[in-house]
């Protein structure tokens, strides 16, 4: 991973699809009720096999987009 970013907003698809390519990880603090809409976007960019969008273990309104380890 190269680095692990902090949001409070949700990111455009130009600003999310550069953190992707990077291989960022990216945390949306109190924005747990857009998980989904975090993930859908992922998936639209073209990198759902290669992130996962999670909120388990995270404080509560927290989401979490890790990328997912090379095989």
């Known amino acids: 991973m190269s680095a692990e ?17 990077k291989r960022d990880g990216l945390l949306f603090k109190g924005l747990g009720e857009e998980w989904q809409t975090i993930e859908r976007q992922v998936e639209r960019l073209g990198f759902g096999d290669a992130y996962v969008v999670s909120q388990r273990g995270l404080r509560e309104g927290h989401t979490k987009v890790t990328p997912v380890e090379a095989r």
């Open 5 to 21: 970013w902090i949001y409070t907003r949700l990111l455009s698809d130009p600003e999310m699809s550069t953190h992707l390519e």
